[in-house]
């Protein structure tokens, strides 16, 4: 029996009530198809902060290393951009898919949402958010920085992250710029250049803000998207809208290394922590992908069709519920209908 070790980060907000709810699923899942996952938790966000005064702590990082992967919960500042540094998690594949069940829910009208299935590859380790930033005072007035680096190296190896992932897919890869205003950072020139070993990948460079506006009015279009740290965190949250609800998607951050974090893209939720309603959808999502990272990839399908089978069913967590039809369930009730559906379509031989 192949035996994975996961580290659970669950942070705070209701990263703790997503991951409960995931390393349940995670675990009947390994009993359904013939793994085991040992699980050890650690300390990430505020929780760390108040026991090491650190939100990203040594005990953490070294819990972490050796590991097959990292459930992570959700973190309101401190911890994350530090561990994605700590272990280079530089590529960030965030897919959207939407559900047909939910498709009133999105924001898109429906039949702009047939086929669609976009893959988002976001640079996650350089960027604005890791560039030289500060605060002064001039003769003016005072004034706060951050600066936009990018090596050269850094867009070109997620450059062929995006092409493969392009090339074991539609073929297509959308390249986010805004290369009129930020010359020096050329994106198009270095993908295209990379793109020479894949001479079947179609390339569509495109301004990041006509991006936006073409996901919004024709998202069909898209199959692969390539953005640097901050267009790709800002482009992705709209396939919160195509999908129906940000609680709904998963994302998987790799290493070149192939080790990876397995986190939900939607934030801690303050207002509604505590109060067990969260939807634990994008950290299952994120949970299928480490499966498919895992090479469990019957697993991951079985996941995936079970969550579909419940939608379809009806049942709602809080964030989806609309009508008087929705079966509205909190999210230990959806975790065990889920389980009980895991059961029933592996008995049907995942019948959708």
């Known amino acids: 029996m192949q035996e994975y070790r996961l580290v659970a980060l669950p942070g705070e907000g209701v990263g703790p009530e997503v991951v409960e709810a995931a390393l349940a699923v995670l675990a009947h899942l390994a009993?359904?198809?013939?793994?085991?996952?040992?699980?050890?938790?650690?300390?990430?966000?505020e929780p760390a902060v108040q026991q090491f005064g650190t939100g990203f702590?040594?005990?953490?990082?070294?819990?972490?290393?050796?590991?097959?992967?990292?459930?992570?919960?959700?973190?309101?500042?401190?911890?994350?951009?530090e561990l994605r540094k700590q272990f280079d998690l530089f590529a960030n594949l965030?897919?959207?898919?939407?559900?047909?069940?939910?498709?009133?829910?999105?924001?898109?009208?429906?039949e702009k949402l047939d086929g669609v299935d976009i893959l988002f590859v976001r640079e996650l380790v350089s960027g604005i958010y890791f560039g030289p930033s500060g605060r002064g005072v001039d003769?003016?007035?005072?004034?706060?920085?951050?600066?936009m680096q990018y090596a050269d190296s850094e867009i070109r190896r997620i450059a062929r992250v995006a092409l493969q992932q392009a090339q074991q897919r539609r073929k297509k890869l959308a390249i986010a710029h805004k290369e009129n205003a930020l010359p020096c950072l050329p994106w198009t020139r270095?993908?295209?250049?990379?793109?020479?070993?894949?001479?079947?990948?179609?390339?569509?460079?495109?301004?990041?803000?006509?991006?936006?506006?073409?996901?919004?009015?024709?998202?069909?279009?898209?199959?692969?998207?390539?953005?640097?740290?901050?267009?790709?965190?800002?482009?992705?949250d709209i396939g919160g809208a195509i999908a129906g609800?940000?609680?709904?998607?998963?994302?998987?951050?790799?290493?070149?290394?192939?080790?990876?974090?397995?986190?939900?893209?939607?934030?801690?939720?303050?207002?509604?922590?505590?109060?067990?309603?969260?939807?634990?959808?994008?950290?299952?999502?994120?949970?299928?992908?480490?499966?498919?990272?895992?090479?469990?990839?019957?697993?991951?399908?079985?996941?995936?069709?079970?969550?579909?089978?419940?939608?379809?069913?009806?049942?709602?967590t809080a964030d989806l519920v609309d009508s008087p039809e929705d079966r509205f369930v909190n999210t230990k009730a959806f975790t065990e209908q889920l389980i009980q559906q895991l059961t029933n379509s592996k008995a049907n031989q995942f019948k959708s």
């Open 139 to 147: 003769e003016t007035a005072p004034y706060g920085f951050h600066t």
């Open 245 to 316: 609800s940000i609680g709904l998607l998963g994302s998987a951050s790799l290493n070149a290394d192939g080790f990876g974090l397995y986190e939900a893209i939607h934030g801690t939720a303050p207002d509604i922590a505590g109060k067990g309603i969260a939807n634990p959808m994008g950290t299952l999502a994120s949970v299928e992908l480490m499966l498919r990272q895992w090479d469990e990839g019957t697993a991951a399908a079985h996941l995936a069709i079970a969550q579909e089978q419940l939608l379809e069913a009806g049942y709602r």
């Open 31 to 45: 009993t359904l198809h013939g793994f085991s996952v040992r699980v050890t938790h650690g300390l990430v966000g």
């Open 57 to 81: 702590p040594e005990a953490t990082a070294r819990l972490c290393e050796g590991a097959d992967g990292i459930l992570f919960g959700a973190v309101s500042k401190a911890g994350l951009l």
């Open 190 to 236: 270095l993908v295209q250049e990379e793109a020479a070993a894949f001479p079947d990948v179609a390339l569509v460079p495109m301004l990041v803000d006509n991006l936006a506006m073409q996901l919004v009015m024709n998202p069909q279009q898209f199959d692969v998207i390539l953005a640097g740290n901050l267009f790709g965190d800002i482009l992705s």
């Open 94 to 110: 965030r897919p959207v898919r939407p559900v047909k069940s939910l498709r009133h829910r999105s924001s898109i009208k429906p």
